[in-house]
């Protein structure tokens, strides 16, 4: 079994529609990571959060918000997504004593 | 801010060419260094890293050695594959706040055809 894991796989949701993408780990990381890519933008943090009650915005955090409902388990929600929001959605996961992030194999989200 | 910049692609070599992917970088202190690989419908996987000047890391037949001189870490392999086909990135580590929690700056990813 994959050790991150990210639902749904594929997503296809129209302009104004609320939408949540969900992370799960099964590391034990206590650090989660939200990314989009973008073609020729190379990956762009979203959101970050180093344990369930410490939750940081990254790069580009606007239109996004997220909940960190576990240790385990990070979700990105698009409250009213925009076609510029269309992109594939990564998450990642690292542990307290290391730098190298584990990644899931990412959603693509396509907003019409 | 810290920054990576690689090689633009894309990049189309024939099978057992020698690859060159150029990375540099722009940090203040003394980060590690990353190569991430994404195959075809997949997520980011680590391909190897350096953490100190003059590391040299290696996986699968590919290197990159951490030039502190030229703020460099540039990405090599000597006979490539079919198989090599992917999106390769560059990345830093950025320090945040508490000095122990970090980030990963990426370059824009260069994709390496290899054809047969």
């Known amino acids: 079994d994959a050790d991150v894991t990210q639902t749904p796989r594929n997503r296809i949701t129209k302009t104004g529609k609320r939408i949540m993408l969900e992370c799960s780990q099964t590391?034990?990381?206590?650090?989660m990571y939200w990314y989009r890519q973008d073609p020729g933008l190379g990956l762009r943090l979203i959101y970050y959060s180093f344990d369930v009650k410490d939750i940081n915005k990254g790069e580009i955090s606007d239109g996004y918000s997220v909940s960190r409902q576990a240790q385990a388990k990070f979700s990105l929600s698009l409250e009213s997504a925009i076609p510029n929001q269309t992109a594939l959605y990564f998450c990642?996961?690292?542990?307290?004593?290391?730098?190298?992030?584990?990644f899931g194999p990412g959603t693509r989200l396509l907003v019409l | 801010g810290n920054s990576v910049t690689q090689m633009e692609g894309p990049v189309t070599l024939s099978e057992e060419a020698f690859l060159t992917i150029n990375c540099t970088y722009t940090?203040?202190?003394?980060?590690?260094l990353f190569w991430y690989v994404q195959y075809p419908g997949e997520g980011l996987q680590l391909l190897l890293k350096a953490t100190k000047a003059d590391d040299k890391g290696s996986n699968k037949g590919f290197e990159a050695t951490y030039r502190k001189e030229t703020t460099s870490f540039h990405l090599e392999k000597g006979s490539v594959q079919v198989s090599d086909s992917a999106v390769y990135f560059c990345a830093l580590s950025d320090a945040l706040s508490g000095g122990s929690n970090y980030k990963l700056t990426f370059g824009k990813g260069t994709l390496l055809t290899v054809n047969p």
């Open positions: 990642a996961t690292n542990d307290r004593a290391g730098e190298t992030q584990y």
């Open positions: 940090a203040t202190g003394y980060p590690s």
């Open positions: 590391k034990g990381h206590d650090r």
